[in-house]
C-alpha cells in the first residue's frame, strides 16, 4: 500500500443519487490501493472524528468521512454535552430517514472503491451504520463497528463481508446479554467486549479508555490489513 502522495487533509463534495453534493472529509495517499470509510457518532464529522479518519490516512488509506447530516444541516459540527447529544439523537433517528441514509452511505462507499477494497468503520450511530453497510450494501471488503447502539436488534441476516463488532461491558445503552445474544445468533461474526463504557474509543468524552481504545485500534488496523490488503 503505497503512502507516497500527498496526505494533506481537505472536505470534497460527492454527489448524491438525488444531486445533493454530502461535504465529505477525505484525506490520505491519493494513489492510495485500499480505502476506509469513517462514519460518524450523532455529533458529525467533529473533530474527533477527523483525528480518527487521520489515524488511518497514515496507515497509508485514503479516507473518507461523510457529513451524513448535510441533508438536515451542512456542516454541523457537535459538542459533547447534554445540548450536542440531544440535538445529534434528533438529526441520527428522526430527521433523517435509514433508507435515504443508507442510499448515500452506498455513494460514499462506491466512490471511494476506486482506490481498491473499500473497509468501513462506525462509532455510535455510526457502528450501527457500519454493521447496517457489511450486511445490506455492496463494495464492503470488511467492517469495524464500535458500540452501535441498535446493532443486537439487527440479527436477522449475516454481514456479507468479514465484521468485527466492539462492545463495552459497562455500556447501558447496549446490555451485555443483548450483545452476548447477538453472539449466539450470528456466531460467523466476531463480538470483542471491552471494561467500558459507551464511547470509549472518544478522548473528548468523559467514558474515553486509552487502554481499551488502543486494543480495539489495534484489533482494527490488523483486522483491516488482513482483509485489505
Known amino acids: 500500500m503505497s503512502a507516497s502522495s500527498d496526505t494533506t487533509p481537505e472536505t470534497l463534495p460527492i ?3 438525488d444531486g445533493l453534493e454530502l461535504g465529505t472529509y477525505v ?4 494513489d492510495a490501493t485500499a480505502a476506509i470509510v469513517v462514519i460518524q457518532e450523532i455529533f458529525g464529522v467533529n473533530s474527533h472524528i477527523r483525528s480518527v479518519a487521520d489515524g488511518y490516512a497514515l496507515a497509508g488509506y485514503r479516507v473518507y468521512a461523510p457529513q451524513l447530516f448535510d441533508r438536515v444541516e451542512p456542516g454541523i459540527e457537535l459538542s459533547y454535552d447534554e445540548t450536542g447529544m440531544s440535538t445529534g439523537i434528533s438529526l441520527a433517528f428522526e430527521q433523517l430517514k435509514m433508507p435515504q441514509t443508507l442510499e448515500d452511505l ?3 462507499i462506491s466512490h471511494a ?14 457502528g450501527l451504520l457500519t454493521w447496517l453497510a457489511a450486511r445490506d450494501l455492496t463494495g464492503v471488503a470488511a467492517a469495524s463497528a464500535y458500540y452501535g447502539g441498535g446493532v443486537p436488534a439487527q440479527s436477522n441476516a449475516p454481514a456479507q463481508c468479514p465484521t468485527i463488532l466492539h462492545f463495552g461491558d459497562a455500556d447501558t ?3 451485555t446479554q443483548d450483545v452476548e445474544r447477538f453472539r449466539q445468533e450470528r456466531p460467523e461474526t466476531t463480538v470483542y467486549r471491552y471494561p467500558a463504557d459507551h ?4 478522548d473528548q468524552r468523559s467514558a474515553f479508555d486509552a487502554e481499551c481504545a488502543k ?10 490489513s488482513k482483509n485489505l490488503r
Open 173 to 175: 445503552h447496549i446490555p
Open 15 to 17: 454527489a448524491m443519487s
Open 215 to 224: 486494543l480495539a485500534h489495534a484489533r482494527t488496523l490488523e483486522f483491516f
Open 106 to 108: 452506498q455513494r460514499v
Open 113 to 126: 472503491g476506486r482506490n481498491g477494497k473499500v473497509g468501513v468503520v462506525g462509532f455510535c450511530f455510526g
Open 27 to 30: 484525506v490520505g495517499p491519493e
Open 199 to 202: 464511547g470509549f474509543n472518544c
